[in-house]
C-alpha cells in the first residue's frame, strides 16, 4: 500500500485546499492520471497518479486544508478495479423513501428525483457536483477549462456559458435573467485572490509608496516592428511585441540604476546581481505575477517565446510555485485592457513597479510644429524608503529615451 501525499510547499506556502478530485475511492488509474488538485496562495497544483493502479482511499475531502507533504490519500499499485461500483466519499448518499412497491409487500428503496437528476452528472467533479447543487447551475451548460473541456470548481464559480446555452434551475427555469429581478450570487473568494488582496493591502499600508509619470513616443517602436515582425517571426516562429521591447529596456534601465533592482529585507537593503523581471497577468483565479529569470541574457525571441507561455499557463491556471517566486523588478500592461493611466502597486519585497498603458494618437509639439504621434503614459510606482525621487525618475527617463530610440539598446548607448 503507498501514500500520496500533498505536494512539498516552499516556506513562502503555508498550507493548501483541496478544490477537486478527478477520482473516485476504487477507481483504477494510469501512471502520471491527474487524481487531485490543491490551490495554495500562490498557484494550483496537481497530484498526479505514482504508478497504475488503484485508488483505495481518499483521506482528505474537497475544501480540506492541507500542510506540506501530508497524506491525502492511499494507493495500491499493479492493483485492478473491483466489479463494485466506484464509492465517491465527497458525494452524499440520495435520500431513501420507502414504501410498499412489491406484491409480496417488501419495501423497495426510492431515491430523490433531485439526486437522480444529480446523477446525470457523475462524470463531474464532487467539488462541480456541489456547486451545481448549490447555486442550480447546469455544469453541461458551462465552458470547462480544466483537460479535455473539464468543468471546474473555479468555472463554476464565475460560469462561462456555452454558445448555445444559458443558465437554468434543476426546473428549467433560467437563473438571473435581466427581467428586472435584483439577483445576487455569493461566491467565496479563492486562495489565490485573498491571498493577493492581502499583499496589496499590505504594500499600500507598509511602503512609502510613490509614483511618477512620463509619457513615450512609440512611433519609432511601432515602425520597427511593422519592419521587421514578418521575418522576425519566419526566424524565431513567435511574433514580435512591444512587452519584450520593453523587458529589454527596462532591464539595461536595472543595470544603471541598481536601486530600482533592489529589495529591503528588514533594516537591510538587498542588491540583486541579477534581473529576473515580473510580468502581471490577470487571470479567472486572480492576479498572477510569473518571472522570466535573467532577462540579460535573454534573446527577444527568448523573452517573446517565454512570456506566451507563462501567460497561456497562467490562463489555465497551469503555473508552478516556481514560475512565481522571486524576481526583483514587476511590468504591469494594463494597456491591453484600455486603461490610459493608473498607479500601479508595489509587488513587494520589490521597490519598483513599471506601468504600460493604451497607445493614443495625441497632439504633440515637435521642432515648434504640432504632429499627431502615437504616445503611451508610463507609469513607476517605487517604495520612497528605499528609492529617491532622483533615481525613479531617472530610471522612468532611460526607458522612455531606450524606447524612443531602440538602437540605443543595439550599440549599448
Known sequence: MAE???????????????????????????????????ETDKVVLEVVAPDNGVVTKIVKQVDDTVESADLIAEFESGASASAAPAVDPNQPAAPVQEKQATDGGEPVQVTDKKDSVEADHKDQSPAVRKAAKEDGVDPKNVEGSGRGGRVTKTDMASPTLKADSSITTDNGSPVAESTGERSEKRVPMTRLRKRVAERLLSASQDTAMLTTFNEVNMKPLMDLRAQYKERFEQRHGVRLGFMSLFIRAATEALKRFPAVNASLDGDDIVYHGYY??????SSDRGLVVPVLRDTDQMSMAEVESKIRELGGQAQKGKLGLDDMIG????????????????TPILNPPQTAILGMHAINDRPMAVDGKVE???????????????????????FLVTIKELVEDPAMLLLDL
Open 4 to 38: 500520496i501525499k500533498a505536494p512539498v510547499f516552499p516556506e513562502s506556502v503555508a498550507d493548501g485546499t483541496i478544490v477537486e478530485w478527478h477520482v473516485t475511492e476504487g477507481q483504477q488509474v494510469n501512471r502520471d492520471d491527474l487524481l487531485a488538485e490543491i
Open 276 to 281: 529576473d523581471i515580473g510580468v502581471a497577468v
Open 327 to 342: 524576481g526583483t523588478f514587476t511590468i504591469s500592461n494594463g494597456g491591453v485592457f484600455g486603461s490610459l493611466m493608473s
Open 372 to 394: 499627431i504621434l502615437p504616445m503611451m503614459y508610463l507609469a513607476l510606482s517605487y517604495d520612497h524608503r528605499m528609492i529617491d525621487g532622483k533615481e525613479a525618475v531617472q
